[in-house]
């Protein structure tokens, strides 16, 4: 499995903070088979299709900057067009295999099979996992986008099929495909989910028979969190969602800490429709650098989905080990500034901006004090571009770097990204 791999973010000196409960966090998106109507991009047109790939690489490049987990998770429309447009199918720079080879991105299907919709969709779950290792992911092991209980419709959806290794619908030669998890617990146009947090092995797609604990279940479920208070949408305030995410874990650790048989594993979601409006990859950058300092004291981990379960595996070997956190008031998922956003050392995060962003000839620093401060620029291979030391309002010539994404460091604690064009 990968392992992940945090990008200059060590904090020399820094003391973690005991974490009792284990609280790991995860970014996750989703494309879906009608992006098309929500940004007007044809994954089937090649131009098009580099367009959405630049903001795909433009996302991963902001999640791995600061070392986050991130799971993509893809229907058949982008896979296909990564074959037709990516030459996906011949190359291993292709956007699919290039993310999956990086160390805390892992790729995995997400699925409506629904032969009849609109748009239709032909392709099941084996499918996907077949046009995945056409793109070179061999490491799909994932259900994602399945329906925990059984709904009316024209197709099931359930996850009780996937229980047993299943064929293809439209690829009769793809190899008969089992999940090892199942992810989250959705609902048609999601109005009735499942929330809880945990990991359990259900025993029915029923009301009562979804969140009983079935020690011979053959799938192991990740519960989908409490509504979409961890999603990042169009409309969503960034700073809210950061906080969001900060209230929730200082009251998992109140709550829960002792308790050997807690776990929790969260996401903040995002999806690909929203990609190409203007500063929506900015408002996930926004959440990552202001929960930074959480992970960096230590109150939660970045860990990905086939980890967090390989780490669960590990502490509770035995199939009658399980842990449900049913949502509730219990939990705080306030919106409010946090008194404290990690280790004094740490709580710097909005000490330090950077103007123009993108910038094309200068970069100006802005500083909430007047003392002098060591800046450091970072390529994306971690190379050292530039290093100074530098006061509130100054300015940097970064008219010599290259069209692309840099991380600018501040007395190694604040991180911020920007864009030179």
């Known amino acids: 499995m990968k392992k992940i791999v945090v990008l200059f973010l060590l904090i020399s000196g820094s003391i973690l903070k005991s974490q009792t409960v284990p609280i790991y966090i995860y970014f996750a998106s989703h494309n879906e088979t009608d992006d098309e109507t929500y940004h007007g991009l044809n994954y089937g047109n090649s131009s098009e299709f580099a367009t959405m790939k630049s903001y795909v690489q433009k996302v991963c490049d902001t999640i791995s900057y600061y070392g986050a987990s991130y799971e993509m998770m893809l229907e058949s429309n982008f896979i ?111 109005t009735d989910d499942f929330e809880a947090y945990g990991i359990w092995r259900p025993s029915a797609p029923t009301l009562t028979g979804f969140d009983d604990h079935n020690p011979s279940g053959a799938l192991v479920n990740f519960g989908n969190g409490c509504g979409q208070e961890f999603v990042i949408d169009d409309t969503s305030t960034a700073i809210q969602t950061a906080y969001r995410v900060i209230n929730f874990v200082d009251s998992l650790h109140a709550h829960y800490d002792g308790d050997p048989n807690a776990f929790f594993n969260m996401k903040i979601m995002f999806n690909f429709r929203y990609l190409p409006d203007p500063g929506y990859i900015d408002k996930i950058g926004t959440v990552l650098s202001t929960i930074d300092p959480y992970i960096q004291s230590g109150r939660m981990e970045y860990k990905g989905i086939m980890d967090i379960y390989q780490e669960w595996m590990s502490l509770h070997p035995a199939n009658t080990d399980y842990f449900i956190s049913v949502c509730d008031t219990t939990v ?75 991380l600018i460091v501040s007395d190694q604690i604040d991180k911020r990204i920007f864009t030179v064009e």
């Open 80 to 190: 296909l067009g990564a074959l037709s447009n990516d030459n996906a199918h011949n190359v291993t720079n292709d956007i699919i295999e290039w993310a999956d080879n990086q160390p805390n991105i892992e790729v995995q299907s997400h699925n409506h099979f629904d032969p009849t919709g609109l748009p239709p969709n032909p392709y099941n779950s084996t499918d996907l996992v077949y046009l995945l290792d056409s793109c070179g992911v061999d490491t799909a092991e994932v259900l994602g986008g399945y329906i925990w209980r059984t709904f009316p419709g024209p197709v099931p959806e359930d996850w009780t099929q996937w229980q047993t290794p299943q064929p293809g619908a439209v690829f009769s030669t793809a190899p008969d495909w089992m999940p090892t998890l199942l992810w989250g617990g959705g609902s048609p146009m999601h």
């Open 332 to 406: 705080d998922q306030s919106i409010a500034a946090p008194a404290d956003l990690g280790d004094e050392e740490n709580n710097r995060v909005e000490n330090f901006t950077v103007y123009p962003n993108p910038a094309s000839q200068n970069l100006t620093l802005k500083f909430h004090d007047y003392n002098q401060h060591q800046i450091i620029i970072y390529d994306f291979m971690g190379q050292i571009l530039l290093s100074l030391t530098a006061s509130d309002n100054e300015s940097i010539d970064v008219s010599n770097l290259p069209t692309g994404m840099y």
